[in-house]
């Protein structure tokens, strides 16, 4: 049942019984065979009672304007996803790392998959807070783990840079980072000149710096969603 991509900008996955796949709402585009589709509780199962950590995660997403309702598919059938015309990448994950994504990148993900809502200060502290405010996320993030396939959301495209060994840090524009997999410290980084200092700068004067061993997803614009 892994998403599969159909075109840059759409995916699908075949369902059968017992399976199920999360998508953000409104972003089915059609579907074939007998599906229905439920909204998802944050912290619990299709229609289920979220966790009291759930609850939290929720309510701190909601308050920093960042959640995203959910519907997850069910039944047997085929179901294609996308949304408003933006690029679509799917992701493995082998059970081996956590995926960090922004919750409104997120378009859909394998229901086994287990998610999580972090808040950026358990990450950085203050500094945490400071890139989350940067990258638009607000005070809180979210995070997948297990077996399974990930679909997230881009303008242009995003492309996959290695940081391990060959490449020991990469520094990223806060509006092009997409995602993160693996071992990999996120820290803000400053390059403030004069003509920043006075607004005459280039816009590009607070960064992100990624180390440590994994990937990460940088989309091919500056825009935000």
Partial sequence: MPLEVVNSKVVKTTLAQGQNVLAR???????????????????????????????????????????????????????????????????HLDGSSLLTVEADRLLAHDGYLQTSVVALTSQGGVRGAVRGAMTGQGLFTTQLSGQGTVAVLSHGGAIPLEVGPQRPHVVVDPQAYVCHIGNIQVDISANVGWRDAVGRGSGEAMQLKMTGMGTVWVQASEQKF
Avoid at 30 to 54: E, I, K, N, Q
């Fill in 25 to 91: 709402k409104g972003a089915m585009l059609y579907y074939t065979g007998d599906v229905r589709f439920v909204p998802h509780s944050m912290g619990g199962s299709a229609a289920g009672m979220p966790s009291l950590g759930g609850v939290a995660g929720m309510a701190g997403r909601m308050m920093s304007g960042e959640h995203v309702s959910m519907m997850a598919a069910e039944g047997q059938g085929e179901v294609f996803y996308g949304h408003a015309g933006l690029y679509v990448e799917v992701i």
